[in-house]
């Protein structure tokens, strides 16, 4: 499985910071954020599969165009999994016919160009071999992380979340555990917004991977623009130990 980064940044603003998203193989994507507007129309058009984490728009902004862009092209409606309260979210504040159309309903409700799949923590969807299992998260709306497993060698992508004793728990049960993908939006100044709006800084960012019993390669992502250099130096104080890295666009794990 190759898994390629299209976006990991908690902002924009040139043309090397985009949303977040990822593309496994070419026809899965982990979130859908602005990332994936660098896609040519017949990347887009192989999509089968997304897998949202939460409704925050840095995180789904893309999934109405791909839909509008790409819908007509296809044989088979594109398939958007996410926990059921997420699903919720995008149908009553998205796919509305206010801000976008209903693309679950169009061109009919019996061929549809997006199709919704509910899914729950700790289930596991199988798609041509590969393992996806939604993992919890701690967010300010409901959320999940992401558990990407190809057989011989597995990624952990935290999503958004701010401290999370579940999370560990369960990575530390995972045997074939290679990569964690994990946030940090804040520099340590700013740990009561971290707080707050329930992601990570850099001295909790140590105190979670601290929880991590396993020896894997770190990376991190949501950086906010204007504050990466800052918050990388942090990271290096608080969790060097951990050697983590900052997580780039276009970077390609293949596992």
Known sequence: MKLRILGCSGGIGGRHLRTTSMLADHDVLIDAGTGVGDLSLTELSLVDHIFVTHSHLDHIATIPFIADTVGGM????????????????????????????DFSQVPSADKPFMRYQPISVGETVVIRGRRITALP????????????????????????????????RIANRIENLRYLIIETAFCNREMDLAIVSK?????????????????????????????????????????????????????????
Request: glycine residues 6%; hydrophobic residues 40%.
């Open 74 to 101: 296809r044989n088979n409606p594109i398939t958007v999994y996410a926990i059921p309260a997420t699903l919720e979210i995008m149908r009553n504040h998205i796919f509305n016919w206010s801000v976008w159309p």
């Open 137 to 168: 998260a701690n967010h300010t709306v409901p959320a999940v992380g992401y558990h990407v497993d190809s057989g011989s060698a597995s990624l952990l992508f935290t999503g958004d979340t701010g401290t999370n004793d579940e999370l560990w």
């Open 199 to 255: 992601h990570l800084c850099p001295s909790m960012l140590a105190e979670e991977l601290a929880k991590l019993h396993r020896t894997v390669e770190t990376y991190i992502t949501h950086l906010k623009p204007g504050e990466i250099e800052l918050t990388m130096q942090e990271i290096e104080e608080c969790a060097g130990q951990f050697a983590p890295r900052m997580l780039q666009n276009n970077q390609v794990f293949d596992f």
